[in-house]
Each structure stands twice: as structure tokens, then as C-alpha cells.
T-cell receptor
Framework: DTEVTQTPKHLVMGMTNKKSLKCEQHMGHRAMYWYKQKAKKPPELMFV???????INESVPSRFSPECPNSSLLNLHLHALQPEDSALYLCASSESGSVWNTDTQYFGPGTRLTVL | GNSVTQMEGPVTLSEEAFLTINCTYT??????LFWYVQYPGEGLQLLLK?????DKGSNKGFEATYRKETTSFHLEKGSVQVSDSAVYFC???????????????FGKGITLSVRP
């Protein structure tokens, strides 16, 4: 089983709202990722968690706040977003948390976010 | 740095036609190579992968061979179906060089449309 689940599937929020995206995997993977994907573009890496610790932050604005409560769960907290933040947000996981890891990343179905 | 170059799209084919999508890469070290597919309104799915030179990845009738001498990983299918219509991303994962996890580097993606 290589399933990564994400909720909600769709989210519409205003610029003053606070919302959270949730990602879950039960494959025992030790690395988890958040990506942002705009239409007709490849995914752009936002954050990487390795062994539940933030490993990479790709200079993402502070209005995006990741959290990894345990090894199976990854959240992305959203606050004061801008309309240009509207995109598909993808979560992924891979087996190893090692820095030499070139393991396959398995993606979830994504959350389609619209910021009004 | 690492990079992936995919042929320009979109590509439109008739059902049962032969498909080739070119992908070349630049990377330090020994990357793993991947093809991901994204169907309309969905997340990315791993289509196939290869982890070392001369490996051939295959799945659902698609094939790609890791060619180190030409730094290529071209995707082929002998007979496409309407259901293969999707966006295809070539990607590589190379060991991290900054003490952090390795990252997926994506090509721009190519849209394939198969008509009946």
C-alpha cells in the first residue's frame, strides 16, 4: 500500500481566515513533504520533514506554517493568505529520512486551495 | 545544480499510436530517475522509476531506460489509449549536498492528449 491521504480535497478561504491542511501516511515513511503546484507547472517544494524535524524550508513565507505532530501526520497551517497562493497543495512521503535518500516520493491527491 | 529537460508539448496522438517523450538530465552523483503522471484534477502518481544506469523501469505498458552515457530517460509506449491522456513529469532525485534530504527535481511536464 502506497497511499498518502489529504484533507480537505477542496478549500476556499478569505484572506483573513485561518485554516489547516492535513496529510497522513501509514507506510512507516520517515520523510514527508509539502509542495505547491500552479496550473500547468511542476510541483514546487515548500517544506521537508525528516524524522519529524523540519529539514528543509524553501524560503516559504511565514503565512504558511508546517507542523509534524507524529511520524504519520503532517499539517500545513494557513493564515493571512493572498489570492496568488491559490494552487494545488500536494503532500508526499518517502521511506528514508536519510540525507542520502533518493527514495521514491509517493504523492497524495492534493488539496485545491482558492483564496478570495 | 541538478536539472531535467523535457521535450516541448503538448503532444496529441491517435489511439494505438507509438509514444516517445524525451527527457534528459544533469545531475551530480548518481541520481534516481522517475516518471510521474498526473491525470486531470488529481495528484501525481509514480509511473515508473530506475535507480542505476541501464536499469529499465516499466509499468502499464510504459518503459524507460536509464542511459548514463546520454543522460537520458525517455518514456515510450507502443500503443497509447485515450485513458493515457494526462500530464507526464520526468524527475530526478540526487543525494542531498547540503546536509538535508535529497530533493526531487522536475521537468516542466508535457501534456499528452490521445484521441479515439
Amino acid at each position: 500500500d502506497t497511499e498518502v491521504t489529504q484533507t480537505p480535497k477542496h478549500l476556499v478561504m478569505g484572506m483573513t481566515n485561518k485554516k489547516s491542511l492535513k496529510c497522513e501516511q501509514h507506510m512507516g515513511h520517515r520523510a514527508m513533504y509539502w509542495y505547491k503546484q500552479k496550473a500547468k507547472k511542476p510541483p514546487e517544494l515548500m517544506f521537508v520533514y525528516s524524522y519529524e524535524k523540519l529539514s528543509i524550508n524553501e524560503s516559504v513565507p511565514s503565512r504558511f506554517s508546517p507542523e509534524c505532530p507524529n511520524s504519520s501526520l503532517l499539517n500545513l497551517h494557513l493564515h493571512a493568505l493572498q489570492p496568488e497562493d491559490s494552487a494545488l497543495y500536494l503532500c508526499a512521503s518517502s521511506e528514508s529520512g536519510s540525507v542520502w535518500n533518493t527514495d521514491t516520493q509517493y504523492f497524495g491527491p492534493g488539496t485545491r486551495l482558492t483564496v478570495l | 545544480g541538478n536539472s531535467v529537460t523535457q521535450m516541448e508539448g503538448p503532444v496529441t496522438l491517435s489511439e494505438e499510436a507509438f509514444l516517445t517523450i524525451n527527457c534528459t538530465y544533469t545531475a551530480t552523483g548518481y541520481p534516481s530517475l522517475f516518471w510521474y503522471v498526473q491525470y486531470p484534477g488529481e495528484g501525481l502518481q509514480l509511473l515508473l522509476k530506475a535507480t542505476k544506469a541501464d536499469d529499465k523501469g516499466s509499468n502499464k505498458g510504459f518503459e524507460a531506460t536509464y542511459r548514463k552515457e546520454t543522460t537520458s530517460f525517455h518514456l515510450e509506449k507502443g500503443s497509447v489509449q485515450v485513458s493515457d491522456s494526462a500530464v507526464y513529469f520526468c524527475a530526478l532525485s540526487a543525494p542531498g549536498d547540503t546536509g538535508a534530504n535529497s530533493k526531487l527535481t522536475f521537468g516542466k511536464g508535457i501534456t499528452l492528449s490521445v484521441r479515439p
